[in-house]
């Protein structure tokens, strides 16, 4: 079993649409990551979480402690939004260990 | 501030060979974090280096290493090339509240 697990693995939806992600992990954590991928391959960092939640425009990341969860939202989806979501927790100091990602695709 | 910068960006190999990959981080940064990314594997975590130590290391076999200079830039090297290691090989450094990603460089092993 996977220290990180996503779901769901593949997600399409129409634009508009409220999107959530979901990020389960079996370890002990002191951070969690949420990553976005495009096509080509460059990443960006969307947030990192302790506890709590935080936002940013369109983009909610809620984290749960004590259940070992995190979610990710995405309100009014949009075409651009089409991109690979990853879900990632700090073990020790730099070590990421990463969830396999979900793809999301929005339609127009 | 300019980002991470990786070079090359692309590389086509033979196995056998070896390589050498370069990362720049942001002007500041100090800690260089590198990553595989794989189809079949995803990403996983190859080392970490910090003010030129190695703080961290991942399961990878010992053909790959690295290093890390004063000026914060890391090297990866990668010896004995296999059809296995074509990946992505990113790096990244450590914010105060997040990291940044450098563009990868796409290897191929032919």
């Known amino acids: 079993k996977n220290e990180v697990e996503q779901s769901p693995q593949n997600l399409t939806a129409q634009e508009g649409e409220f999107i959530t992600i979901n990020c389960s992990y079996s370890?002990?954590?002191?951070?969690l990551h949420w990553l976005q991928q495009h096509p080509g391959g460059g990443i960006v960092s969307l947030f990192m979480?302790?506890?709590g939640k935080k936002k940013h425009g369109r983009l909610i990341a809620t984290i749960n402690i004590q259940e070992k969860h995190s979610s990710l939202h995405i309100t009014a989806s949009h075409p651009r939004d089409s991109a690979v979501y990853i879900c990632?927790?700090?073990?020790?100091?730099?070590?990421?260990?990463f969830g396999q990602g979900t793809r999301l695709t929005i339609n127009p | 501030k300019a980002g991470v910068t990786q070079t090359p960006r692309y590389l086509i190999k033979t196995r056998g060979q070896q390589v050498t990959l370069s990362c720049s981080p942001i002007s500041g940064h100090r800690s260089v974090s590198w990553y595989q990314q794989t189809p079949g594997q995803g990403l996983q975590f190859l080392f970490e280096y910090f003010s030129e130590t190695q703080r961290n290391k991942g399961n990878f076999p010992g053909r790959f290493s690295g290093r890390q200079f004063s000026n914060s830039r890391s090297e990866m090297n990668v010896s004995t090339l296999e059809l296995g290691d074509s990946a992505l090989y990113l790096c990244a450094t450590k914010g105060e509240e997040t990291q940044y990603f450098g563009p990868g460089t796409r290897l191929l092993v032919l």
């Open positions: 370890v002990g954590i002191s951070a």
């Open positions: 979480l302790s506890s």
């Open positions: 990632a927790v700090h073990r020790g100091a730099q070590k990421l260990v």
